[in-house]
DNA sequence: GCCGAACCGTAACGTACGGTACGGCCCCGG
DNA sequence: CCGGGGCCGTACCGTACGTTACGGTTCGGC
């Protein structure tokens, strides 16, 4: 059969009426889980199943292409490297860590993660392309990374920080942030993260990573760890 | 229809025909993932699906009773109080690093929390009672919180280290051991451990803990990071 | 040796769901 | 006004799989 245009694109090239179809599977997909049905989204969008077929090639289709849609939204803002000092470089991290601990604990990421990581066994894939797990992998943890390490490098070019390996760094700063809260999230452990718990664990985040990392030649010595 | 006898107790009562199918389970589900099906374990256990069935009640049953019997294959190693200095801490947090990155990175590991998180979610479990979530937690995060705070405990109390939350410093170790590992394997990232690795991993989280929960008025002063 | 229980192997049933076909409606170019 | 393409709604098909039923075999107790 002849394979649907938005198999192999990034998603960009969608009407309107597609994006709200896959608006509509998305949400289906936050509260239904993995075990949602063609019937169901065609129900909820309001668009006939062959409709869906033709758009989407089959039921892999219309996953990949939900997760495409769902990514695609997520927009990057990027960080002056101009007039970096232990202020400015503190309130950015702290940033990406509160922006993280919020996509991770969303209702949308739980459930996209659930999806990929049912799909991502061993023998999945027999034509061995789309695999959602890279998706979702690409657009949060490497995505995080190729955000977080240009400014990493900009803290130790400025002297704030000392690290010989970034990719290193970055990792010890996404455990710090993270910890325990993704995997217990998706094991359906019923975990309350409040804004203002949020805000207090980037900050303490940010001020173990900056006690490990901060560079001890530095105008001040190393914060202080709550 | 009757209650299979395994579906309330902690699996401790299974006659050794019942334990041999249980791992023939395990095996299929680390060789096929989730779907996995009745008859594929019948066959490979060599037994009837009519015995499956009187056993184990369901395919949720028999889910359910496969996790808890790779649960309870998994057993603690105290560790001694007595006599604990900065060396024998710092091998004993090693050794859980070690042993913890071992775990999350094997095989049945992966397989197990794949088939968890998968059926984690939202309207699951219409009687609410088994959530094979909740059993991988308690037997994999909660069961190492368990083992591992003791020895925080007494790590504070011999004046090693200096921390107000057991909770929030295991929380701390917890992200440092791990990171990113776990969601990377799950997502079906091809990230591979040697045992090398591992064990420069655990040196590593080990000597950031100490830097971030190192008592500063100990003996010595908090050791390098590398 | 005989009986019943437990169990194996397999066939059969019912259902859910992915995928397809078809009739009808709307809209747009001619 | 007419024809065709795109889409909706729905009925339909095929299959996979959970679940049940049944005949045959083994084995422990008497």
Do not use: H
């Not at 939900?66 to 927009?75: D, G, L, N």
């Not at 990929?116 to 995505?143: C, S, T, W």
Request: proline share 3%; glycine share 10%.
């Amino acid at each position: 059969m002849l394979q649907a245009s938005v198999d192999i694109d990034t998603g960009e090239a969608l009407t309107e009426r597609q994006k709200a179809v896959l608006d509509a599977a998305l949400r289906l997909l936050v509260e239904e889980g993995d075990q949602l049905t063609m019937t169901a989204v065609a129900r909820r969008a309001s668009c006939s199943k062959e409709t869906l077929y033709k758009w989407f090639g089959d039921r892999d289709g219309l996953l990949t292409a939900t997760v495409q849609w769902q990514a695609s939204k997520v927009r990057v803002v990027p960080v002056d490297r101009k007039g970096l000092d232990l202020a400015s470089l503190t309130a950015s991290l702290e940033r990406f860590a509160s922006d993280w601990l919020k996509v991770i604990s969303s209702d949308t990421s739980i459930a996209l993660n659930r999806v990929a990581v049912g799909r991502a066994g061993p023998i999945r894939r027999k034509d061995g392309k789309d695999d959602l797990g890279a998706i979702v992998l690409e657009n949060g943890r490497f995505a995080l990374a190729r955000r977080l390490k240009p400014v990493l490098e900009a803290g130790q070019q400025a002297g704030i920080l000392e690290f010989s390996d970034a990719e290193a760094a970055f990792r010890t700063f996404f455990g710090l942030v993270a910890r325990d809260v993704q995997i217990r999230l998706l094991l359906g452990d019923r975990l309350k993260l409040t804004d203002a718990g949020i805000g207090g664990d980037a900050v303490r985040a940010t001020q173990q990573f900056l006690a490990l990392y901060g560079a001890k030649t530095g105008p001040q010595g190393p914060p202080r760890v709550g």
